[in-house]
T-cell receptor
Framework: NAGVMQNPRHLVRRRGQEARLRCSPM?????VYWYRQLPEEGLKFMVY????????ESGMPKERFSAEFPKEGPSILRIQQVVRGDSAAYFC???????????????FGSGTRLTVV | GESVGLHLPTLSVQEGDNSIINCAYS??????FIWYKQESGKGPQFIID?????DKRQGQRVTVLLNKTVKHLSLQIAATQPGDSAVYFC??????????FGPGTRLSVLP
């Protein structure tokens, strides 16, 4: 029973390129969340999605960042024209219920570590 | 030598001792709390949760205490083992909103 799968584990991009981060939630989970973590810091909420819908994107930067969770396939976090400040670990989590309140919170993936050079 | 994080408080304990990790949460309306453990290079893992109608909850070797008066949460780990070395985060939730994570505490278990 695979958990939350994220790929790639490590991603290196030059400034100005695009980064695409993928997340497949746990089987049976239809709620997906993306968090960003800077080194030695906590996790900052970015966006919450259900299939084909963005529920809450209050933590997403207004420009260059977008997320989707299509009917088929993984959730994608897309960062256009990356800058050095985008370097961070990006974690995806999923839950069985809305915001994980009745299902032991979120199950996290192992993250994608983005390095912008 | 090891590079110590500038932002992360660190708790060092002797193997076999008990550990207490503290968390001050931000919103008095938060009614559900979770402690997560994050090992190096991995995602956070659920440890234990507690709802605001409780003061204490026990798991295997772990206990969470909730003091709503002062908005304080603690995680107690009994007989700390080397495998407990990790960063520990508390997360708070208000009904209908997303979990908000605290800054984290690094637990270092000394042999």
């Amino acid at each position: 029973n695979a958990g939350v799968m994220q790929n790639p584990r490590h991603l290196v991009r030059r400034r100005g390129q695009e980064a695409r981060l993928r997340c497949s939630p746990m089987k049976g989970h239809s709620h997906v969340y993306w968090y960003r973590q800077l080194p030695e810091e906590g996790l900052k909420f970015m966006v919450y999605l259900q299939k084909e819908n963005i529920i809450d994107e209050s933590g997403m930067p207004k420009e260059r960042f977008s997320a989707e969770f299509p009917k088929e396939g993984p959730s994608i976090l897309r960062i256009q024209q990356v800058v050095r400040g985008d370097s961070a670990a990006y974690f995806c989590a999923s839950s069985q219920t809305d915001r994980g309140r009745t299902s032991y919170g979120y199950t996290f993936g192992s993250g994608t570590r983005l390095t912008v050079v | 030598g090891e590079s110590v994080g500038l932002h992360l408080p660190t708790l060092s304990v002797q193997e076999g001792d008990n550990s207490i990790i503290n968390c001050a949460y931000s919103n008095s309306a938060s009614d559900y709390f979770i402690w997560y453990k994050q090992e190096s290079g991995k995602g956070p893992q659920f440890i234990i949760d507690i709802r605001s109608n409780m003061d204490k909850r026990q798991g295997q070797r772990v206990t969470v205490l909730l003091n709503k008066t002062v908005k304080h949460l603690s995680l107690q780990i009994a007989a700390t083992q080397p495998g407990d070395s990790a960063v520990y985060f508390c997360a708070e939730n208000i009904n209908g909103q997303n979990f908000v994570f605290g800054p984290g505490t690094r637990l270092s278990v000394l042999p």
